[in-house]
């Protein structure tokens, strides 16, 4: 809504984002694992060090400190979209949903406070990793893989619904939809659904840096709370549909 031309310049954005997006992290994740030697990677301060150990070579060790702030600086203004940019498309499912309407109700600044309670809450339970599993390497790659792990279940979803959608209300206008006909709907929702269900199942690969008495106990724990969360809405959406 906020496109003026969305069938021409939303492939253009998506396009250059996922382009700079890759190039970006690929190119800083490899400067990485050039400068700090695999021993002593770590992913949790892998970053820092590697600025710690670009700066000692030219004798600016304060250097380092200033990086880990603005680092920080740079993952707290982040954390509005990530907070509120997922809610914001639970919001309009929400209103064209059985869910109650008590979850989401707003405040005087249109934000979602009960959503953003609940999710506060959640999270804050699922950070309880750091605590439990016997490594922070662990602890790390587990909060990180199982958002990713449920960022691709909803991807998978979405493609699914992508194409029913096309066959079951083929002619109901939309803003943009995808060139190509029927080609062009199965071969993006084929690609991104194959896409998909192969980083889903790449989730499950620990990295070699994890202990081998924290992989098993990553894995449970993953499997579990991708039940529970994705059980969660259906059990809520049948109650209320019930009442």
């Given amino acids: 809504g906020d496109v003026e031309k969305p069938q021409k310049d939303y492939p253009k954005a998506i396009a250059y984002s996922a382009f700079l997006i ?11 694992l050039v400068v700090v030697p695999l021993p002593k990677l770590n992913l949790v301060t892998g970053l820092v060090h590697a600025y710690d150990l670009f700066f000692q070579a030219y004798h ?9 702030c603005l680092i920080v600086v740079g993952g707290l203004s982040s954390v509005s979209t990530w907070m509120l940019g997922p809610l914001k498309g639970l919001m309009v499912a929400a209103h064209q949903s059985d869910m109650p309407h008590a979850i989401y109700k707003l405040n005087r600044y249109q934000a ?16 309880y990793a750091f605590i439990y599993f016997p490594s922070m390497n662990a602890a790390s790659w587990w909060l990180s893989d199982i958002s990713a792990q ?4 909803i991807y998978m979803i979405m493609f699914a619904a992508f194409v029913k959608l096309r066959f079951t209300q083929a002619d109901r206008p939309r803003v943009y939809q995808v060139p190509g ?4 709907m199965w071969f993006v929702a084929g690609t991104g659904f194959i896409c998909s269900i192969c980083g889903f199942l790449i989730g499950f690969v620990s990295p070699s840096q994890i202990p081998s008495t924290a ?10 709370l991708l039940v529970i969360l994705i ?13």
């Fill in 150 to 153: 449920l960022a691709l279940i």
């Fill in 22 to 32: 890759l190039a970006t992290l690929i190119c800083s994740a490899l400067a990485i």
């Fill in 215 to 224: 992989k098993n106990l990553s894995l449970e724990m993953m499997i579990a």
């Fill in 112 to 127: 979602p406070y009960r959503m953003l309670i609940i999710q506060a809450v959640v999270f804050s339970g699922i950070s």
């Fill in 231 to 243: 059980a969660v809405p259906f059990l809520l959406s049948r109650k209320h549909n019930k009442q």
């Fill in 181 to 184: 006909g029927k080609f062009g």
């Fill in 60 to 68: 600016l060790e304060w250097m380092t400190s200033v990086m880990a």
